[in-house]
């Protein structure tokens, strides 16, 4: 974007031997942050207007899953609506959906683009625009049931809009690999092609058994920085954590680097305990050309921040490629 946005960010501590650093405040919203709420987490935001503007996935205390949109000043501070997005009729009229979580938000040319894990006979990718984050039309579904973490680039290649994606199944998924999808009009998606796969449980073990695409990519010197969750199925249940890949510029289906040792991993008490412990999810990356702010659902319970350099960001993913 031309105009350089003032993200929220702390500097690192003195302390800090990382390449990335958690907010002294986490989590920033927590699981009560609106009446109806039993946990906020797992959520996107997007600079907007004079601020930002958020979609954020609140369960409710009957647990069940919808998104809702925000607005803050400084990124840190979040109004939540009190009640769930309300899909219009946006490219079709089928907008059935059971359940809505995991949302990600991304601006392509003249509007914002919500892509989330939509409940249509089983978890599939949901799509719908807003201009306003007040009006929200729904688009058809990407992909059939089942998959998740469904991603949008922020521009489009040769033509047609890109989006990463992780097939699953249609409960706890043990396994997934990020895959991408071409649509010349947010309608029909082909071209499937696989992009990166779990990662050798002797190589690299935290992503060992799925790994699926979290903030939306951006450009650096290198190539589009991302970053993902990887899991690894412990005896106590699977423990998910947050790595990096560079994709190429021109060709986003080729993985260039990837973290072999993660940037973040379930460490903090907010990230260990709640309803689901040991989860670092990232779902949205601010980032002004020289930091990144990088929000991530903590524990399924709350939203948490984290900070970096991007050239450090990416000296490290290089240096500490898989
Ligand atoms: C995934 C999704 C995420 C969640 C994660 C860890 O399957 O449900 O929303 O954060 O599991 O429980």
Known sequence: MANKINIPWQEKPADCKEVMWRHSNNPIIGRYHIPTSNSIFNSAVVPFEDGFAGVFRCDNKSVQMNIFAGFSKDGINWEISHEPVVMKAGNTEMIESD??????????????WITWC?????????IAYTFDFKEFFQCENAFLPFNRNGVLFPQKFNGRYAMLSRPSDNGHTPFGDIYISFSPDMKYWGEHRCVMKVAPFDQSAWQCTKIGAGSVPFLTKDGWLM??????????????????????????????????????????PYELAGDVPNVVFPCAALEDGEKVAVYYGAADTSVCMAFGYIDEIVDFVKNNSL
């Open 118 to 126: 939509n409940g249509y006979h089983g978890p599939t990718i949901g």
């Open 227 to 268: 970053f993902y969750h990887g899991v690894i199925n412990t005896c106590n249940g699977f423990r998910y954590s947050m790595g990096a890949a560079i994709l190429d510029k021109d060709n986003p289906a080729k993985v260039l680097y990837r973290s072999k040792p993660y940037l973040i991993a379930p460490a903090a």
């Open 99 to 112: 359940y809505k979580y995991d949302p990600r938000v991304t601006f392509i040319e003249d509007r914002y």
